[in-house]
């Protein structure tokens, strides 16, 4: 039979930096990272996209973006610094448009920079209007919370929400680089600082032993608002992202295995039913504390301990449990239970649920007994 | 000053299938490719989207693929085979729309294929539908047109066209698999047949003059309609623009060198201009014509290299000039000229023209002369 055979591959690389004050004028991270950039005969255009909730709490920094741009040589900013509203930022598809509008007004090209500030729904939406606007534009990512800065904004992904479906339309596109700066988590609401939190749990209880017990020796420290520790947990927990996403063979995720999305099936779920009330890190605190409990219950975990991991969650001061869990399911309102489905059905194929073999060891299962899921519930809400 | 450095590849791989009746009983191409995909434990979704002017003239299509597809396996049909109006389907974004609620309600998922029948308007449509849903489900393209089996079928492009700007959202994903159909283009309007030849024209002449020889060889078969001469001409050119992107070290664009759009700036600009009444193919006849009478102006390519590329597109019946060349310019209403600066800003970086030096040799400037320009047009309108 007659074929032609395609192949090749494409490399992606990017740098995650660890900053602070990014744009104060002695602050060379930024300007140094855009230089390297820089080709003779353009002057590259750059376009910045800020949440709300960030400028509200950082009056300075439009202007301040503005004097540091000034001082580029082969760079300028666009007429306006756009400001997007935050809250719900997924879940507007207009918004969508808006941004997409904003990078035509503007004539954002190939060669053009759309750097998003935000948390990671902005980031999110921002990184999906830059991935389709001429087949994609250059994006940098400058993660504002705990959450964003050592998990989403940190990989691959982007997505909006659709038709209530988290992430249904989005891509898979590297950003081109990622500035933590540690400043913008001085200003978090505790409950954002608190649930930033999870993902670092998560990712340890599946990959680290090593970093679980760092956290339980420094919970009272980051829980009590402590920037240091912080910092080093969002390092540690970036780093053992972005390995394994690099690192697993399969960073556009092709496969249906899923080991980062530990606890997160349910997660989804609560955050939809309770109308994105519960913040994407509390919905997934209960997802591990759910999935813990079944690891104790399947006969996986120690006692002992699913008891650190509750204890652990209990002293950051992340919820365990929501009565959305057992809210009725009908067809019209259907409970977290057929989240299982919805998940299986976003990563496609086989269903796949990452659970603990022991603190620092995911394995994954393809089947969840909804008794025995039943039972984890009960026992979480009547214990803890 | 810290950072963390994220590197990895991604490895793309598809294979162009040369078939006839592709869903005909006895052709187990499709099966096979299909059934070497086949994973255990699952039944994996496929859902047809279909050109309405392929179904208007193959009838008998939606039931012969529902009855192939009753044979398969691990496969299984979803529900309906959906049906898109091919003309403008790339400038509709209701449509898109439409479909990608068609994969919502089917519960495509990141396993299932989505399959697209039709020509590059409904691929690229398709393309992308497939490309942002759940971050990219699976596609399988079946190019039905000489365009779209030769050029853009074949590729990794996909996109629409947004407040009138040619592939201004889209994105770049490789498909699955395609398969060349050569049946479908016996049922071809003649206008279609012809025009989908310029791309060939167009690659022979910026990298292979034994195919430009070829095509003067066997000009009088190709425009008379001989099909076993298409067959050639499509699967050389397609091999062509294969190798270039697989071959050239930047799949996904991310330079500004764009060799494979010579002639295009100017047609991208006619295409609009004309409300897409002008075929693509041929509004790249008339970007080819332009380009090398500029670039025997320019003094790159001899008269007698130009007279039989000329001699060429003439023999093909291919048409080498449009009224709307020359339109005039007002800020509502820029002419062809203003498509430079269209054509920049969509590849982005500076301006990149892909010039003849000669037949089978291509080379880019990145400046065009806008008197020379203009007398190119003239010499265009009244000696041809």
Same mark, same amino acid.
């Given at each position: ?180 700066? /540690?400043?913008? #988590?001085?200003? *978090?609401?505790?409950?954002?600082? =608190?649930? &930033? ?6 990712? %340890? +209880? ?60 349910? /997660?989804?779920? #609560?955050?939809? *039913?309770?109308?994105?009330?519960? =913040?994407? &890190? ?6 591990? %504390? +759910? ?63 990452? #659970? ?29």
């Amino acid at each position: 039979m007659a074929y032609i055979q395609q192949s090749f591959s494409v490399k992606f690389e990017y740098r995650v930096f660890f900053t602070e004050k990014i744009f104060d004028s002695s602050n060379s991270t930024f300007a140094d990272f855009l230089e390297a950039q820089a080709a003779e005969g353009i002057r590259k255009k750059l376009l910045f996209i800020i949440d709300e909730g960030v400028t509200a709490k950082h009056g300075y920094l439009q202007e301040q973006i503005t004097a540091y741009c000034e001082q580029l040589d082969n760079f300028e900013l666009v007429q306006d610094i756009v400001v997007v509203p935050g809250e719900a930022a997924k879940n507007d598809l207009q918004l969508f448009y808006w941004l997409i509008n904003e990078l035509e007004k503007y004539a954002i090209d190939r060669h053009s920079y759309v750097i998003g500030i935000g948390g990671g729904s902005v980031l999110d939406l921002v990184g999906y209007v830059a991935a389709v606007s001429h087949r994609g534009v250059k994006h940098i990512r400058i993660p504002t919370t705990v959450l964003s800065q050592n998990d989403s904004g940190v990989g691959v992904k982007n997505g909006i929400n659709y038709h209530g479906k988290k992430n249904f339309l989005g891509s898979f596109a590297p950003p081109v680089a990622v500035f933590n700066d /540690a400043f913008f #988590l001085t200003t *978090l609401h505790e409950r954002d600082w =608190r649930s &930033g939190m999870t993902e670092a749990v998560k990712v %340890a +209880l599946i990959k680290d032993a090593g970093f679980f017990e760092w956290m339980e020796a420094n919970a009272t420290k980051l829980s009590m608002g402590d920037l240091p520790a912080m910092q080093q947990l969002i390092y540690r927990c970036a780093a053992l992202h972005m390995a394994h996403i690099g690192g697993a063979g399969d960073p556009f995720e092709s496969g249906s295995s899923r080991p980062l999305d530990f606890g997160h099936w349910s /997660a989804h779920k #609560l955050e939809q *039913l309770s109308d994105f009330e519960l =913040r994407h &890190g509390e919905a997934v605190s209960i997802g591990i %504390a +759910l999935d813990s409990v079944y690891s104790f219950l399947l006969g996986w975990l120690s006692e002992d301990e699913l008891l650190r991991i509750i204890n652990l969650l209990k002293q950051l001061r992340l919820p365990l449990y929501h009565p959305l869990l057992e809210a009725d399911e009908d067809e019209d309102n259907p409970g977290v239970v057929a989240g299982l489905e919805e998940f299986r059905e976003h990563l496609g194929g086989q269903l796949t649920i990452s #659970l603990l073999r022991a603190i620092g060891r995911g394995e994954e299962v393809h089947v969840m007994d909804t008794d025995l899921l039943q039972r984890a519930m009960t026992m979480l809400r009547d214990n803890w």
